[in-house]
């Protein structure tokens, strides 16, 4: 998994403001670098300052979108044959601080993050709805296992995970449904027909290579034995972000 940017905001794709255009030119970078990275590995690091200043550390040009466009792997398509090969240190300062580590302070810095990969890496990009495979978020057999807790996400609505564990508070199924597809790679869709907002931990077997790993439901039978809740495949509209073009960035 990739760096998780922002708790609630990184998770809400389907919500978020990032697809439309903003009203007014958005605020801008004052200092950017982008270097090769002479990294050997694919391990990758990122820092978001306070101020809105930020760190990657060997990312892609696809981890940069990911980023600006607060998309999922699966919903890139097209772009140059390095978009997801070479890798890049960047740092980037804002003109004037602003409360990153927000909502709405999210949304700016995606726009910040457009407005740098268009400038430096000349990248033209279009939305589409395309039909794909998807997972459908169901209630599954027997009596529901969610605590409701609320009727609306408020501002104490908060997350957090590790491997093979996550928790949520106030946390609603459009939010699990996202996070859910986050971990799985492909695009799952609320179909729970639940309202309000709940209390969930959920703990499977992550089964992801790094180390052997013998116990534990999967992802699949935690949803059901744990949440009373599960995952039914078929295909459905998944809003994609098409890369028309890119090319390597100027020099700093």
Not at 224 to 243: A, F, I, N
Request: aromatic fraction near 8%; charged fraction near 20%.
């Amino acid at each position: 998994m990739g760096a998780k940017y922002c708790v609630i905001a990184g998770i809400a794709w389907g919500t978020s403001a990032v697809w439309g255009q903003a009203a007014s030119a958005p605020p801008a970078f004052d200092v950017v670098s982008i270097k090769p990275s002479a990294a050997t590995n694919t391990d990758k690091t990122f820092h978001l300052g306070p101020d809105g200043s930020f760190q990657a550390g060997n990312y892609s040009l696809k981890d940069l979108i990911r980023l600006g466009w607060d998309v999922r792997n699966f919903q890139i398509l097209g772009g140059p044959g390095w978009l997801d090969t070479e890798r890049y240190n960047v740092q980037a300062k804002p003109v004037a601080p602003f409360a990153a580590h927000s909502t709405e302070g999210f949304k700016q810095l995606g726009l910040m993050v457009q407005a740098m990969l268009a400038e430096r890496f000349q990248i033209k990009v279009h939305r589409q709805t395309k039909e794909m495979a998807v997972y459908y978020l169901a209630l599954g057999k027997g009596e529901s296992k969610l605590k409701r807790t609320g009727d609306a996400m408020d501002p104490t609505t908060r997350m957090g995970d590790g491997r093979g564990r996550m928790w949520a508070v106030k946390f609603s199924m459009t939010l699990l449904a996202n996070y859910l597809g986050g971990e799985l790679g492909v695009a799952v869709l609320d179909r729970t027909g639940l309202s309000g907002v709940y209390d969930l931990e959920l703990k499977w077997n992550p089964d992801d290579g790094r180390r052997p790993t013998d116990s534990g439901p999967s992802i699949f039978a935690a949803l059901q034995e744990q949440l009373g809740l599960k995952l039914d495949s078929g295909r459905g509209p998944v809003e994609v972000l098409v890369v028309d073009s890119a090319e390597r960035p100027s020099a700093n």
